[in-house]
């Protein structure tokens, strides 16, 4: 329940390989992963039921629009080899206005069903949060350096062949640059993400005064940089600033078929946006 029951979880569905069969499977998914971290009762259950029912159709009429019109501006950019750093800061903007909106949306309906928790389910969930923390701090605590940065050319390296296919020599090298240069946030990450817990998990516990309730949930999930130290803040700013930089590099490096691929990919993706919204 990281991101109030995970919604944002609509927008990873759309990296699979179908964008419509992960839609229409979106109500099913979102209550799986629900599942992981607590069990409904019967009452609680139906209200979510609803609220989900709601959600989805305001999401499609309402917000896939303006994913598709996002992608269109960032197919023309890339395109136009006109991308820039003030390009990706915009779409940054956009993003986190996209999850601004869904959480806004959803937030009244799931207050009352979070108030009306047992302490048995805030222990489900807290004890699921910690239980993928430690998961967390196992996989990257004690590695070095250098197995770090392996590790996250490997990440960034497989989604990028996901979309352009087979990478050259030149632009593994820029991820790999660009992950030697980028500051080193583990530590104030892994800080950060517990002290995010045990803020949400306080404010679980004190659940049944559902204005403080819905008060804690808008500051940890619209506004996390409120947990974040100073230095942490300062580290992700440069740290974004040269992914887009990276991003903008790709795009020059990129061959006809590596773009013919993106375009492929991307415009399909665009054209299921546009075909679920419309849908009655």
Known sequence: M?????????????????????????????????????TLNDKQEQQFDVVLDDFLVWHRKQELPRYQAQLSLLSVEFNNQSFTQQSW????????????????????????????????????????????????????????????????DERIEKRLKRWMGKLTTAQKLAVHEYNVARGDTLDMWL????????????????????MAL?????????????????????????????????????DDLASAKQKQRFNKKLNTLIKELTEISQED
């Not at 029951?5 to 759309?14: D, R």
């Not at 069969?21 to 971290?37: N, P, Q």
């Not at 679980?204 to 559902?210: A, D, E, M, S, Y």
């Open 2 to 38: 990281k991101k109030l029951c995970l919604w944002a979880f609509i927008l990873i569905s759309f990296l699979g390989c179908s964008t419509k069969v992960g839609y229409y499977f979106l109500d099913w998914a979102i209550e799986w992963k629900l599942e992981e971290y607590v």
């Open 89 to 152: 800061n915009d779409h940054l903007v956009a993003a986190k206005s996209h999850w601004i909106r869904v959480f806004d949306f959803v937030e009244p309906s799931l207050v009352p069903i979070i108030s009306s928790f047992s302490d048995q389910q805030v222990e489900q969930i807290i004890a699921q949060l910690r239980v993928d923390e430690k998961e967390l701090n196992k996989k990257y605590l004690g590695k070095s350096r250098s197995e770090l940065i392996d590790m996250a």
């Open 191 to 210: 800080e950060y993400r517990h002290e995010w817990i045990r803020l949400f998990s306080q404010a679980l516990k004190n659940r049944h005064n559902q």
């Open 214 to 250: 819905s008060h804690s949930l808008s500051l940890l999930m619209t506004q996390p940089d409120t947990v974040k130290s100073k230095a942490y803040k300062t580290v992700l700013d440069n740290n974004s600033k040269m992914f887009g930089e990276l991003l903008i590099k790709l």
